[in-house]
């Protein structure tokens, strides 16, 4: 496994396991799938309602709690008060059944974000979670979130696949510090992804699939991704990335499918924020 190192030297995997979609029944079974196949870090969030059978899968497997890397995700209704925030937190430790998070996100730009980064700050300063960072942050709100807080936050895990590829937001956030994470990294098939003849002819020369080529275009770019899959073998070969490189010439060639928008919403439509402020988790 290769690895990067966030701002406060939190070494991190570039490649992990999501579980954003996966039923909460089929959940235990998918993680403890990816845990066998060698996957350390897990990607859950409040929303998804799959926290606890995460956690049971953790337990099971007998994995020492040191070689893991758990993050999951602080949603919007939880924002407002410190103690808000941190009865959140404790919740998400007790469905996970953990004494810590490695990364701690918080999930959406919306509601009281100060008060909700500021508690963020206390849980990392106390030790309860070794990093803390953000999701969905455009450049201007992440910015401004660095700019009047005292930490920098370590990650911002934002829709990055070929088709939105966020080079620049990329550039942008290697000069302040914080670790891009993919969502979203095979477009969920979107555009034909997996039958793109430039992908599927890069897979062709290498004996891969070109869901393996996508995510080795993202791991060479130093870009943490977190596939998700519930079928054993296609997490197998998800995994199995670190044996290749692409060229120059390959990753160049890649940078010409990004269309420059999102393909899933934009967090800058009024009906968008409406929704997500609305919407109640668990």
């Known amino acids: 496994m290769q690895y990067v190192t966030l701002n406060n030297g939190v070494r991190m995997p570039v490649l992990g396991f999501g579980v954003y979609q996966i039923p909460a029944e089929q959940t235990e079974r998918a993680v403890t799938d990816a845990l066998a196949v060698g996957y350390r870090l897990l990607d859950t969030a409040a929303a998804y309602g799959n926290e606890e059978a995460v956690g049971r899968a953790i337990r099971k497997s007998g994995i ?12 919007v209704q939880d924002a407002p008060a410190e103690d808000t925030t941190r009865r959140a937190f404790e919740a998400f430790l007790t469905r996970l059944g953990l004494d810590h998070l490695d990364l701690y996100l918080m999930h959406q730009p919306f509601g009281d974000v100060y008060g909700q980064w500021r508690a963020m700050e206390a849980l990392h300063r106390e030790g309860l979670t070794r990093a803390i960072g953000v999701a969905n942050f455009y450049p201007d709100r992440l910015i401004d979130l ?19 590829q966020r080079a620049d937001y990329q550039d942008l956030m290697r000069e302040r510090d914080v670790q891009i994470q993919s969502w979203g990294g095979f477009a969920e098939g979107k555009n034909d992804l997996f039958t793109n003849p430039l992908l599927a002819g890069i897979s ?3 004996g891969k699939s070109v869901a393996q080529v996508v995510l080795r275009w993202l791991t060479q770019r130093g870009v943490v991704a977190i596939p998700k899959s519930v079928r ?6 998800n995994f199995d990335v670190f044996d290749f490189v692409l060229t120059d010439e390959q990753m160049a ?17 009024p009906a968008m924020v409406d929704w997500l402020a609305q919407r109640r988790v668990g």
């Open 64 to 75: 020492p709690r040191e070689e893991l890397f758990v993050t999951t995700k602080l949603w």
């Open 146 to 164: 660095i700019l009047n807080n005292e930490i920098t936050p370590q990650v911002n895990q934002i829709e990055t696949h070929p088709f939105f």
């Open 204 to 206: 062709e020369q290498y």
């Open 232 to 237: 054993a073998e296609r997490m197998a070969e």
């Open 253 to 269: 060639s890649i940078a010409t499918l990004d269309t420059g928008g999102t393909l899933f919403f934009d967090h800058h439509d």
